[in-house]
T-cell receptor, first 112, second 107 residues
């Protein structure tokens, strides 16, 4: 089985722009979670989706949003980018919610 | 106080040594996860456990629910074990992560 894939792998954006990141889970996995990793804050939970429904949302501003499609693929969007949004964004999928998670390689976003 | 505390933050070992990384948590959990992150960012899930002990190759993970403590042991360490090891807990809330332990194994 193919692993979790994330596109793009690297991205450079300017302050004020918006960005959309994509995640394709392992085939058959219905749960997708997103995380942000920065040197200062470490790994932090962003969202969790299961069968197109958002189950949980982390403590992030409304500029961060996401969705999941019927084929379990997920996207996250960040609007009005700030320098502090520069981070590695990781997606993870699992068969069901609360099962072991399998992580993608991440998208490294740099905001200048 | 962080909900998940790991120790040590950094660890350097000689090849072949037995290594222990500790994780303490302060919240009720349904499961504890040990993750491995290599330079470049990729994260691999090593263990997900809710009680007792699990073993996979040279890696052993234990958890004591009463003491809210888990340990990750690496036997016969090897330079390829060099990575950041992250403890995370899940329960009524999504994954909460520790800050990680950076392990360097020197040949």
């Amino acid at each position: 089985k193919a692993g979790v894939t994330q596109t793009p792998r690297y991205l450079i954006k300017t302050r004020g722009q918006q960005v959309t990141l994509s995640c394709s889970p392992i085939s058959g996995h219905r749960s997708v979670s997103w995380y942000q990793q920065t040197p200062g804050q470490g790994l932090q939970f962003l969202f969790e989706y299961f069968s197109e429904t958002q189950r949980n949302k982390g403590n992030f501003p409304g500029r961060f949003s996401g969705r999941q499609f019927s084929n379990s693929r997920s996207e996250m969007n960040v609007s009005t980018l700030e320098l502090g949004d520069s981070a590695l964004y990781l997606c993870a999928s699992s068969l069901q919610a609360d099962y072991e998670q399998y992580f993608g390689p991440g998208t490294r976003l740099t905001v200048t | 106080k962080n909900e998940v505390e790991q120790s040590p933050q950094n660890l350097t070992a000689q090849e072949g040594e037995f290594i222990t990384i500790n994780c303490s948590y302060s919240v009720g959990i349904s499961a504890l996860h040990w993750l491995q992150q290599h330079p470049g960012g990729g994260i691999v899930s090593l263990f997900m456990l809710s009680s007792g002990k699990k073993k996979h190759g040279r890696l052993i993970a234990t958890i004591n629910i009463q003491e809210k403590h888990s340990s990750l042991h690496i036997t016969a360490s090897h330079p390829r074990d060099s990575a950041v090891y992250i403890c995370a807990v899940s329960g009524n809330t999504p994954l909460v992560f520790g800050k990680g332990t950076r392990l360097s194994v020197i040949a």
